[in-house]
């Protein structure tokens, strides 16, 4: 999410120079100077001084450490903080850091990495919309941005789009995998189920307001293929499969607001 954030941000026209990065890993700190010429720093407190937006890519069992280490440096300039942390609550960030600290939440996925991505934005009603305008423009640097209302819904938005690509890459895997059985090349069947994903997904994007129950419908011909394997999900209970799936994803991201905000 970081190099997708990084990339996206000097895409539309920020500079290296006005971005910096902490990382702890020399490694990491020399790919992102080599990849995109940021400054970088294994110091989390000077990378956010003088910052105007904080973005806090870190894993939610590490927030908490993270948040309270620079809540010092912070109080003394209000950034705006933008949290990508799965889980972890809007509140409780503004406990580590500081009640008067603007904090929003936002659940990016993968394909912000190449400015495809979609993210949900939360914030509370005490931002000004300045600031929510801001980070959306942040945001909005890696694809299509969404608000919602209620933090909870943030829950909702991880099962949906933020783990989602990994349902559609597992799914083309399978498809890949059936292919294979009915006597295709690992090769082929791997490409051509590739491909469809991609394809699919492209011609979703190309649709200023797309109706995916008329796309699917528009590829389904009465009587012919698609409609036979279309059935067979149905008879094996594929709806109810993918309902059960996300209520698992949106549960877990509940319970590591609970196991790690605290």
Request: with cysteine.
């Amino acid at each position: 999410m970081s190099r997708g954030l990084i990339g996206g941000l000097l895409g539309q026209g920020a500079t290296a120079s006005q971005l910096t990065v902490a990382e702890p890993n020399d490694t990491a700190r020399a790919t992102l100077v080599r990849d995109f010429g940021v400054s970088v720093t294994d110091d989390n407190a000077a990378a956010v001084a003088g910052a105007g937006v904080v973005i806090l890519a870190v894993k939610p069992q590490l927030m908490a450490d993270v948040a309270r280490a620079l809540a010092p440096a912070l109080q003394a300039t209000r950034p705006l903080v933008i949290s990508v942390a799965a889980g972890i609550r809007a509140d409780r960030l503004q406990h580590w850091l500081g009640t008067d600290i603007p904090v929003v939440r936002s659940m990016p996925n993968r394909p912000a990495l190449i400015g495809a991505g979609a993210t949900g934005l939360y914030a509370s009603d005490t931002l000004s919309a300045d600031e929510r305008a801001r980070a959306q423009q942040v945001l909005a640097t890696t694809g299509v941005c969404m608000w919602v209302r209620n933090e909870g819904d943030i829950d909702a938005v991880t099962a949906l789009s933020g783990s989602g690509p990994a349902y559609f890459f597992r799914l083309a895997e399978l498809m890949a995998a059936a292919g294979v059985a009915q006597g295709l090349e690992p090769e082929v069947a791997q490409r051509l189920a590739a491909q469809t994903l991609a394809g699919a997904g492209q011609l979703v994007a190309a649709d200023a307001a797309p109706d995916l129950a008329r796309m699917r419908a528009e590829v389904t011909s009465k009587g012919g293929t698609t409609e036979a394997a279309l059935n067979r999900f149905a008879e094996q209970g594929f709806d109810r499969l993918v309902a059960a799936a996300m209520a698992a994803a949106a549960q877990r991201s509940r319970e590591l607001a609970d196991q790690f905000g605290t």
